[in-house]
Nanobody
Framework: QVQLVESGGGLVQAGGSLRLSCAPS????????MGWFRQAPGKEREFVAA????????SYADSAKGRFTISRGNAKNTVYLQMNSLKPEDTSTYYC????????????????????WGQGTLVTVSS
């Protein structure tokens, strides 16, 4: 497993933008699939976006399509989530996750695919 550290959360007004970052501590994630999930108070954790190890495949939840963009840094060892047009319902703790680059049993949107998780970063969107 690899330790993941998220950053970039904070308070933003509705319609604003934030960029979340996820970087590993120790091992590289350049060869791993990466995902972003979120969990609002009282709700279950849900899928937001994911990206393949080489960045050629991306997947988004319907709630994120057209507003959020997942990407990898040049060395593919950092993953970003650019969030635009934020809404109050986007308020959640956002978690970064890493998993094997290939996993036939689970899709990118399934939490079971991922073996390492960060501690989360809080995003609060005010109306």
């Amino acid at each position: 497993q690899v330790q993941l550290v998220e950053s970039g959360g904070g308070l933003v007004q509705a319609g604003g933008s934030l960029r979340l970052s996820c970087a590993p501590s120790g091992l590289s994630v350049a060869s791993l699939a990466m995902g972003w999930f979120r969990q609002a108070p009282g709700k279950e954790r849900e899928f937001v976006a994911a990206i393949s190890w080489n960045g050629t495949i991306t997947s988004y939840a319907d709630s994120a399509k057209g507003r959020f963009t997942i990407s990898r840094g040049n060395a593919k060892n950092t993953v970003y989530l650019q969030m635009n047009s934020l809404k109050p319902e986007d308020t959640s703790t956002y978690y970064c996750a890493a998993g094997p680059y290939t996993n036939g049993a689970y899709s990118y949107s399934q939490q079971e695919r991922y073996t390492s998780w960060g501690q989360g970063t809080l995003v609060t969107v005010s109306s």
